[in-house]
Structures are given as structure tokens and as C-alpha cells.
């Protein structure tokens, strides 16, 4: 058993490119059989990827014995002498503040841990442990709430090309015999027996029913067509990315499309563009339902006037031309001060800026004769101003507004400072004393 689960595991990560050799693994491990099983297969499957594997686990502090959990966890990372990442929080206040189910809480709370762990540690996957069962299990759930296609195709093997599910294709039996034939230990989770979850009744109750009396293969009927359809999905989301992209006005803190290219698309894909133009403006895609992309295609056809609210903080507006997501309230912008002591490129949180030499600079530049170091580099503040020849000093903001740009990129361009003095903005500004007339200073903002 232990070689078909490997080799079945195995033909999944080649089939749907699910490692590369050298990949940097974050494997989410709750203490469950499943996961368990998952921490042992990369485990056994490091040398041979040569895989760097983290283990990650989220505590919703929704049962007594979670404390439990994540201490077992830690003993199985601590085993195999690899890295354990802890992550916790009040998923039950969460749900109530926000007015999900406490499922869709946990979840959201869940991947918002992982993939700030993802980025942070430069990680290149994610792994979960999600397996055939669970997948037969959502696709018959996703029916019974009315799902249409896309929800039809269950659980992804690979989402978004780090998040990835090596188990999805062996069943829970597998995984049992073979955590006992491998001597593995695991937590039990007593509310996975709980009737009072939809889920748990789906698995205990509804399944074996319909196996008993309908058809003794109804699992694999249902991972049958989740697949078949998950083959289809790939095809329609690779249509409406080439739409969105086509559609799309790029921004800095919103997502733009514009109306009468959007009307050319069929209603069945305009409504999976909506779905990819709400995950690129951040919207939590575990709340999108579909009520929220009719919404959006009343507020396109004139049904609805809008502002149109969207989970976790956004809305819809409907401008001339264009139809905008947007959050509620823009997060602040980010402030920066950087003291600079000579040539070289300095990352700022906005992009990277670029200072170097030139003998003949083919743009204006600083005069090296009249700057000492450091230069001090931030982002701008109230009340700024700079000098213009025979003006005097106007203030940046109705500089910006003459150089017509926008409000939205203001905040990302770097001024640079020598006492108390804004002596240049890269592209757009040097200080007449300062400016060089042969070799130079010369300044480059390139922005994320």
C-alpha cells in the first residue's frame, strides 16, 4: 500500500506540475490523519525533489484540545528537524465581527496565514491536504447550495500555481492503511463527527445512503465529474484572463473595465471576469458568491445604479465608461525614509531607486561638486514644497497636479532631501542650484 500511495501521489505531481526540483514547500499540517500522511510523503519525497519543507499550523482556538494539536505538531516537525510555523487566532469573534459561518472564517484566516508565510519566507508551494473523499464530498455540498459549473468542479489540484493538493486523488482508506502501515500517530478530531455540521451529515449520513441505495460508487461518480469539469474550467478561466486583460484599465488601488468592451463578451464569461477582476482588486474569494457577480452585471446593464457593496470592504461603482472595484477605505499610504550614502540601488516600498554616475547625462542630474552624502530619501509629507526659477516655492501638491499625476501614485514617489531642502524628484524635478552641467548625479525611479 505504501508503494501504490507514493506512486499514485507521484504521477499527480508530474501529471499537474504540482513540484520542481529545489521548490520551497509550506506544508499545512493540522494534526489530522490527512495532513499527517502529507508531512510523511513530502517527507519521503524531499530527497528525491530535493525539497526545503516548512510545516505550518493554524490554530482557530475553536476547541479545548487545540492547544493539543499544535503541540503534536511541533513534536512531528521537531522529529524530521524542519522548521514549525505557528499561527492563531479568534476565529469564532472573527465570524461574528465579519457575519460568516464559522467555516468560512477559519478558511479565510487559514490561507490569509499561509500566504503571508508564502511570501515572507520567498516559499515557492503550499500544500494541503485535501483528498478524494473531501473532494466528493464538496461537489455534492456545492450542488445541494446550487452551485453552478465552476463550484461543480470541487477542489483544485493546483490553484493560482503554488497552492497544491498531492492527496486529492486517494481516498481516505489509502490514507489510513497507510499511516497504520507506517507506525504514523495522528489527532482525532472529534467535531469531524459532529452532526450539527452540514459537512459532517454530507459524509456520514448523505453518502452512504445514496451508496447503499442509489449506486455503490457514488465517490468516485462524483470525483469522476469534478475532474472532468476542473478540465473544462482551465479552458474558460484561461478565456477570461485574455478578456480581463484585454478589458482592464490598470490602477493603482482599484480595478477599472471598461463598459463597451465588457458588453462584446457573452453574459457566461463576463460573469468569469468579474470573478478574476474581484481576486486581482483583493477581494476575498471565499466570500464571492453569485449573488455578488449579478450584482455586478445589473450595475453593467443598467439594472442597478450602484455603489454596488462587495465583501470584506469593496464596492462597484458605474462611471462614464467604466465600471469600478474599489475598497471602501483605501488603506493608508505607505510612508518611507531612507538616508542614501552614495551610488547604488536602494529598494523602497514602492519600487526601487536607482542612483549612479554619469559623465553626460542625457537628463538632468544632481551636481556632484554641490551635494555632500547622505541624502536623506522619503515620501512626501504636509505642507511640502519645492523651488522653481522665477516662481519661488509652489507647493508639491499643485506641482503634481501641473505634472498630471495622479492622486493615486502621489504617495509612491520619492523626494530627495538635503537640508530640509527638496532638491529632486526622479523624472520630474532638480533644484536649479543643484542641477549639473556636465558630470552628474543621476537619479531613476523604477516603480513596482
Known sequence: ???????????????????????????????????????????????????SLWVAHYDHRLRKTSLRDSLFVYQLARKRGLPYLYGVSLVKEYARREGLSLEMAGRELRYRFFERLRQDLDLDRIALAHQADDLAEEVLLRFLRGAGRRGLAGIP???????????????????????????????????????????????????????????????????????????????????????????????????????????????ALRRRIYWLALSRAGVSLIRVRQVHLQALENLLSGRARGPVPLPGGFRALRGPGVLRITPLFPSPSPEFSLKIYGEGEYLLPSGKLI??????????????????????????????????????????????????????????????VLNQEIIAIPGYYIHPDYQAQKEALYLLFEEK
Do not use: C
Request: aromatic share 6%; no cysteine.
Open 157 to 267: 489540484v493546483k490553484r493560482e500555481a503554488h497552492i497544491i493538493r498531492p492527496l486529492l486523488f486517494v481516498s481516505r482508506q489509502e490514507i489510513l492503511d497507510f499511516a497504520r502501515q507506517r507506525g504514523l500517530s495522528w489527532m482525532e478530531d472529534e467535531t469531524n463527527r459532529d452532526p450539527r455540521f452540514v459537512r459532517n451529515r454530507v459524509r456520514h449520513l448523505l453518502i452512504p445512503f445514496l451508496e447503499k441505495h442509489f449506486h455503490p460508487r457514488v465517490r468516485k461518480n462524483l470525483q469522476r465529474t469534478a475532474l472532468i469539469l476542473a478540465e473544462e474550467e482551465e479552458l474558460i478561466d484561461e478565456m477570461a484572463r485574455k478578456a480581463l486583460a484585454r478589458v482592464q484599465i490598470l490602477q493603482d488601488r482599484e480595478v477599472v473595465l471598461k463598459v463597451p468592451l465588457l458588453r462584446e463578451y457573452p453574459e
Open 1 to 51: 500500500m505504501k508503494r501504490s500511495l507514493l506512486r499514485n501521489v507521484k504521477k499527480s505531481i508530474e501529471r499537474y506540475g504540482l513540484l520542481q526540483p529545489g521548490d520551497r514547500v509550506l506544508v499545512a499540517v493540522s494534526g489530522g490523519v490527512d495532513s499527517v500522511v502529507l508531512l510523511e510523503v513530502l517527507d519521503l519525497l524531499r530527497e528525491e525533489y530535493r525539497l
Open 355 to 416: 542612483i549612479r554616475r554619469e559623465k553626460a547625462p542625457s537628463q538632468p542630474g544632481l551636481a556632484l561638486e554641490k551635494i555632500s552624502f547622505p541624502l536623506l530619501v522619503r515620501s512626501r509629507r504636509p505642507g511640502d514644497r519645492l523651488y522653481l526659477p522665477g516662481v519661488g516655492h509652489k507647493k508639491l501638491k499643485k506641482f503634481f497636479l501641473e505634472k498630471k499625476i495622479p492622486p493615486e501614485k502621489r504617495h509612491k514617489i520619492p523626494l530627495v
